[in-house]
Each structure stands twice: as C-alpha cells, then as structure tokens.
C-alpha cells in the first residue's frame, strides 16, 4: 500500500481479554517500530523488527506484551489479559532502513472496559 | 537514555502571525537527529522538519524552520503565517543514530491553536 495501515482503528475490549494489533508497513521498508500513546502524553517506544533480526523488546512494558512480524512485513501486538492501563493508542512506523525516516500509521485506539 | 521537554502544554495563534514552540532535550551523545512531528486529529504522526546534530545551519520548510542551539540543547520550532490547518499536536523527537534500533524519543507534545 501506499502508506502504513494500521488494523482496527478502534478496538473496545473488557478487562482481561486478549487483542491482536496489527501492522502493514510500507513495501520495502524493512525497519518496524511499535509505540504507544497515553491519553495527553507523547509516545512511548515499545518494540523494533528490522529485517530477519532478533527484536528490540526493550520498551515492552510487561510480560502481557508480545509481538511478532512474519515474513518481515506484517507485525501484530498481542496484549494479553488487557489492563485499564492498556488503554492508549498504539501507533505503528516503518522506515526504509534504520535511522531513516519513519512514517506513521493512524494507530489503533484500544478501550478497556 | 535520553529525555526530549516541551514545556508549553498548549499555544495559540492568530492566523497569519508567526508562533514558537519549545523544545529542550538531554542527552551525552554527539550523532543524533532531532524532528518536529505534527499529529492532527486522524492520529496520524507527520514528519514537519528534520536537523541533524552534525550541522550547523538551521533546517527550513517551507513556512517552518527550526532554531537548534547544540551547546543548549535546544531546538524549537519557528511557524510563520500559521494557518488553520497548522492546528494539531506537536512533538519534538530525538533519535540517537548510535543506537542499533534507531528509535525515538518523545517529548509530551504541544496543542496548538490557530485561532481565526
């Protein structure tokens, strides 16, 4: 596609259900970020793919976190046992190679009930 | 690690009429880069304007340009004849080019206003 895409848009989800994120970077780009942003803050780094590389999980805030990128295109978050914390938008960027610019997607706003 | 302030929580601005917006950021590193992002109300994130650490001479685009002052640490973004559609979040980013990963930090963001 022509930019990022971002999969749901919106997602409403009860506290303690499992929600699947998804990402379609830009073809070719082969450097994947994941970030959150909590209601009124800036953006917190959660996780880097690039290439067939191990990735940087650094940013993960718990063990509930996980992601994985498959076929070093498609990237999907998992959050499991969702928390009302979780509650954010999750926002995807890829880029060319690292350290080049990244582009955004328009994020998946997740609720938790 | 390293830590991006913007201490102005909210702006506003006439249209036409140039407005500022602050960014201070703390690092020990020599190669980075350092971004101003607008993100309107489709969430999407918007490079605005790109510095280099290495470069002395300011970055412009267009109606933006930024004032980077290394030794200070500072790089604030400079919006002349700011139009209706110049309102939206910013944020001034840091990107450490010695990191592997090459990710982002964020500062807390500015809400501008263009007011009519």
């Known amino acids: 596609g022509a930019g990022v895409s971002q999969s749901p848009s919106n997602k409403v989800t009860e506290k303690g259900k499992d929600v699947e994120l998804r990402c379609d970077p830009i073809s070719g780009h082969t450097a994947l970020y994941w970030y959150r942003q909590s209601l009124g803050q800036g953006l917190e780094f959660l996780i880097y793919f690039q290439g067939n590389s191990a990735p940087d999980k650094s940013g993960l805030p718990s063990d509930r976190f996980s992601a994985e990128r498959t076929g070093g295109s498609v990237s999907t978050l998992t959050i499991q046992r969702t928390q009302q914390e979780d509650s954010a938008v999750y926002l995807c960027?890829?880029?060319?190679?690292?350290?080049?610019?990244?582009?955004f997607g328009q994020g998946t706003r997740l609720t938790v009930v | 690690a390293q830590t991006v302030t913007q201490s102005q929580p909210e702006m506003s601005v006439q249209e036409a009429e140039t407005v500022t917006l602050s960014c201070t950021y703390d690092t020990s590193e020599n190669n980075y880069y350092l971004f101003w992002y607008k993100q309107p109300p489709s969430r999407q994130m918007i490079l605005v304007i790109r510095q280099e650490a290495y470069k002395q001479q300011n970055a412009t685009e267009n109606r933006f340009s930024v004032n980077f002052q290394k030794a200070a640490k500072s790089f604030s973004l400079k919006i002349s004849d700011s139009q209706l559609g110049d309102t939206a979040m910013y944020f001034c980013?840091?990107?450490?080019?010695?990191?592997?990963?090459?990710?982002?930090?964020f500062g807390g963001g500015t809400r501008l206003m263009v007011k009519p």
């Open positions: 980013a840091f990107m450490n080019r010695n990191n592997a990963g090459n990710m982002l930090t």
């Open positions: 960027a890829s880029s060319k190679y690292r350290g080049t610019e990244a582009f």
